[in-house]
Structure formats: structure tokens, C-alpha cells
Nanobody, 123 residues
């Protein structure tokens, strides 16, 4: 089992950058596939990015390609989401998720979730 805590959200102007962190507990953190999702008010939770346990493979939603980068440091039990060139439409609560067996875009397949961190991009 793993517990996840996100941090790094905040208010930023359009075009700015933020780096989100997701700290996990447990000695087996490095065994989990990790992902970031987001949910804007009135909208469904949507996939943003995912990374394999080793960090060697990543996958992104089309709307963040070239702007966001997912990475992880297993020695620190942390996964990151570097967000550049932020747009007002990126405003949402961002969640990290973990699963031992699933690497993909379906939120329903991830077993563990953090509480979320708010990102607000002003125009």
C-alpha cells in the first residue's frame, strides 16, 4: 500500500510555470506506475501524464505534450510534474495516482490517489 501527498500548486499567470510534487510512502514506491490526472469544476477527471516504475517510459495527453514533463526520483519516493507555458484552461485540481499493475489513461484503474493540489492560471 502507498499513501500519496501532492504539493506545489498555486496561482500563476498564463505563460508561467509550476512544478508539482507527489510524495509517496512505503519502501515499494519504486514498484508503482505513477500518473497525474486533473479535474476542473464541472468536468470529469482527465488523464495528464504517466510514468513507468523505472522512469524510462512516459506518456502524455495530447493537450500537454511539449508543455508538461513527468519525472520521478525513486530514492526520494517522489514523482514530479513540471508544467510550463501554462494556460487558463489548465486550471484544475491536480491529482497523482499509483498502481502496481496498470500503466495507462483510465483513472478507474489506479488504486491509490492523493488528495489533490489546486492549480489556477490567470489570464
Amino acid at each position: 500500500q502507498v499513501q500519496l501527498v501532492e504539493s506545489g500548486g498555486g496561482l500563476v499567470q498564463a505563460g508561467g510555470s509550476l512544478r508539482l510534487s507527489c510524495a509517496g510512502t512505503g519502501r515499494t514506491f519504486g514498484s508503482y506506475y505513477m500518473a497525474w490526472f486533473r479535474q476542473a469544476p464541472g468536468k470529469e477527471r482527465e488523464f495528464v501524464a504517466a510514468i513507468t516504475w523505472s522512469g524510462q517510459s512516459t506518456y502524455y495527453a495530447d493537450f500537454v505534450k511539449g508543455r508538461f514533463t513527468i519525472s520521478r526520483d525513486n530514492a526520494k519516493n517522489t514523482v514530479y510534474l513540471q508544467m510550463n507555458s501554462l494556460k487558463p484552461e489548465d486550471t484544475a485540481v491536480y491529482y497523482c495516482a499509483a498502481d502496481l499493475d496498470y500503466y495507462g489513461v483510465l483513472s478507474t484503474e489506479y488504486d491509490y490517489w492523493g488528495q489533490g493540489t489546486q492549480v489556477t492560471v490567470s489570464s
